[in-house]
């Protein structure tokens, strides 16, 4: 029984030996072979985009001066117009009535004052009575030069070059000085405005960005911006910042500014809708690849390799983004290294072997 105990130990022991060796003998699986870049400093450049409406360089809301049936139209929807021409005609038939009553009045008040004139000369009469007469007089001629001047309000013209908009009322339509909507709008278009927002971490980057110690020389050396139409082609003239406002929205935290652009073959009308381009450069800033970032519950991670081969997640903050690369404000620093690609497959603390390229080839 001893005997075979024994051998059931000495059994036991080999197999366990020659486990033991086998243990020993595996291989450490080699580091993981990764792509990576060295973080340096390069200028960069951002295109912001904002929605925007744009608006004439003049829309005036036309309303005639005086009350009246309409008699003619004379333009259409659409259609470019001069100052000075003739728009719309009112009735004025019950005006050249009342003129016509009116200078009878005059004639009659001028016979008075003239009767009476040698009478207060010869002491016939006081000139009390004179004067009266005079007062009448005057009052006659300031009632038909109002009733000339209606009359003359009821030939509405343009009073500026420009495109006419809506027509809203027809031939026979009794309109006034205060009717809503107006006769109509006459847009100039030779140059448009468009306003967009900026919010305030987007304007103290401007601030910060654009060469200037005041508003009007920052506007002076603001880049030119672009506008983006609807069937998104580019506009063919390239705007300039004009206006910034001074304040900025309590209700929105925003600022709105205005860009210019001429528009000489009248393709952009006043109430349409765009985009504008807004450049943001920089200078010697942190420039990754998008895909060097991993996005890990909100936060943004990169794997950064030291000199010993090792991988250390690091928290980055994001400044702003082209479109393929990162503008980092914190996190890294000048001559780290950081992992392009797999970085799924990596580990806080796992050897690594990198090939090292540049942000080109990534």
Known sequence: MIKKTFVLITLFGTLTFVSCNKTAEQPQPAPLALQAITVTQAPAQVNLEFPTKIEGLKNIEIRPKANG??????????QSVKKGQLLFKLETDVLTQDASAAKAAIEAAQVEVDRLTPLVEKGIVGSVLLEAAKARLAQTKATYSGIVANINYANVVAPTDGVIGALPY????????????PLTTISDTKQVRAY???????????????????????????????LRLVDNSIFSES???????????????????????????????SGSSGTIIFPVSYENVLVIPQKAVLDLQGKNLVYVVD?????????????????????????????DVIVTEGLAKVRDGQPVTVTLSSKNDN
């Open 69 to 78: 049936f309409i008699k003619e139209i004379y333009v259409d929807e659409g």
């Open 170 to 181: 027809k031939p026979g339509a009794l309109v006034s000085s205060t009717i809503n909507p």
């Open 196 to 226: 967009f927002n900026l919010n305030e971490k987007q304007m103290i980057a401007f601030a910060k960005n654009v060469p200037g110690a005041s508003t009007p020389e920052k506007i002076k050396n603001a880049p030119a911006v672009q």
């Open 239 to 269: 705007g300039k910042i004009a206006a910034i406002e001074g304040l900025i929205d309590a209700n929105t935290g925003t600022t709105r500014l205005r860009a210019d652009f001429n528009n000489p073959d009248a393709i952009l009308r």
């Open 307 to 335: 000199k010993d081969g090792i991988a250390q997640s690091r928290t980055v903050e994001i400044l702003n983004q082209t479109d393929r690369e990162y503008i980092i404000a914190s996190g890294l620093e000048v001559g």
